[in-house]
């Protein structure tokens, strides 16, 4: 029975930090070790990130889950119980002013604009004499 490896990051948020033997080591054509050395230098590599990596997810891991699961359900809590219904409140206060505003640049505003307008719209500039 074969093992599949299960794929604990579907979604590529940490493909940035891939580091395989692969990925940090490699000899050119013109410059290589003996086969011994490459193929025992990739197994000390991978025996020890993993058994470092493995050591510090049991010992730091269930802690940063713990701190980090505490850090989103506060930034949850404070969206949902904060910041949404802020937002709501400024959003109704906004369109309360928009009409207040709305009004006055109808009533005040406008016609004074559109007095210019008619005023400005009746001034005719002719140019006399000759280019010099």
Same mark, same amino acid.
Request: hydrophobic fraction near 40%; aromatic fraction near 12%; charged fraction near 15%.
């Given at each position: ?13 940490? =493909?940035?930090?891939? !580091?395989? %033997?692969?990925?940090?080591? $490699? ?6 070790? +003996?086969? #011994? *050395? ?14 470092? =990596?493995?050591?510090? !997810?049991? %010992?730091?891991?269930?802690? $940063? ?6 850090? +989103?359900? #506060? *930034? ?57």
């Amino acid at each position: 029975m074969t093992s599949q490896k299960q794929d604990r990051d579907p979604n590529g948020i940490n =493909y940035h930090i891939q !580091a395989d %033997f692969e990925d940090v080591f $490699a000899e050119s054509d013109g410059t290589q070790s +003996f086969d #011994c *050395v490459w193929q025992t230098s990739e197994q000390c590599y991978s025996c020890s990130k993993n058994c470092c =990596y493995n050591f510090l !997810a049991v %010992f730091c891991g269930l802690c $940063a889950a713990f701190l980090w699961g505490f850090q +989103f359900a #506060c *930034v949850a809590f404070e969206h949902v119980w904060c910041l949404t219904p802020a937002i709501k409140i400024f959003v109704i206060n906004c369109s309360a002013l928009q009409k207040c505003a709305g009004n006055i640049i109808g009533c005040i505003l406008a016609p004074l604009c559109e007095t210019c307008g008619l005023m400005f719209s009746n001034i005719s500039i002719q140019h006399s004499g000759t280019k010099g």
